[in-house]
């Protein structure tokens, strides 16, 4: 079975400083996907990054990068430069390539607040 | 804009009654999801939809759910009876194709109220 676990309920972090994520997943499956999904406080699931479980390289997109930890099962989000607009939940979500459709299991998620 | 649209954004409805949730996206896509997410817990997969069928649902999506794209274009979820803990935001989520780095995309969700 798999399993995504973000163990940091809330995080704080100043403005303009750098902000680490944690997320930690458990599959038996050889490929497989990493995600992390942005919602803020108005509701809607924005997609951030994606990571595959044999890219060589740890994927970035603009702010955001993930620090990816195969040996280790750790897939944590870095988001640069924090704004006050990254105050949001943050999801970490996993999709097992054994089957083209491919659902996503989720992470608890983490609360950020970007503080002025 | 979003690459789906979801209708109502918010329903309110009685307990026992019947309820569709609707979603449209706004160019052709291959696979439909519905996940729900009750407030303050983590998102949970419903029912994934390729090919005009299921090819996967979770325990939760029991006899009580449906889901069909009767036009090819609106996706619909169809809970009957609903229950006072089907109360949630439901949101539906597109992936245009088969490769394995493509994202999902979700619309901006539906949140249901059972009174």
């Known amino acids: 079975a798999q399993k995504i676990t973000q163990t940091q309920p809330g995080m704080f972090v100043q403005e303009k400083e750098a902000v680490t994520l944690d997320c930690t997943y458990d599959?038996?499956?050889?490929?497989?996907?990493l995600f992390w999904y942005k919602q803020p406080s108005s509701g809607e699931m924005i997609f951030l990054i994606y990571?595959?479980?044999?890219?060589?390289q740890n994927a970035t997109e603009g702010r955001y990068s993930l620090n990816f930890q195969k040996a280790r099962k750790s897939a944590n989000l870095v988001i640069s430069a924090s704004q006050l607009g990254d105050s949001a939940m943050y999801f970490c979500?996993?999709?097992?390539?054994?089957?083209?459709?491919?659902?996503?299991?989720f992470g608890q998620g983490t609360e950020l607040s970007v503080k002025p | 804009e979003p690459e789906v649209t979801q209708t109502p954004s918010h329903q309110v409805t009685q307990m026992g009654q019947e309820v569709i949730l609707r979603c449209v996206p706004i160019?052709?896509?291959?696979?439909f999801y519905w996940y729900r997410q009750i407030l303050g817990q983590k998102v949970e997969f419903l029912v994934s939809?390729?090919?005009?069928?299921?090819?996967?649902k979770s325990e939760i999506f029991d006899d009580q759910f449906s889901v069909e794209r009767p036009d090819g274009s609106n996706f619909t979820l169809k809970i009957r009876s609903t229950k006072l803990e089907d109360s949630a935001m439901y949101f539906c989520?597109?992936?245009?194709?088969?490769?394995?780095?493509?994202?999902?995309?979700f619309g901006d969700g539906t949140r249901l109220s059972i009174l």
């Open positions: 990571q595959g479980s044999y890219d060589q």
């Open positions: 979500a996993m999709r097992a390539f054994y089957n083209q459709g491919g659902k996503l299991i």
């Open positions: 939809f390729y090919n005009n069928e299921i090819s996967e």
């Open positions: 599959t038996s499956d050889p490929s497989y996907g």
């Open positions: 989520a597109i992936k245009q194709g088969a490769t394995s780095n493509q994202p999902q995309h």
């Open positions: 160019s052709n896509h291959l696979y």
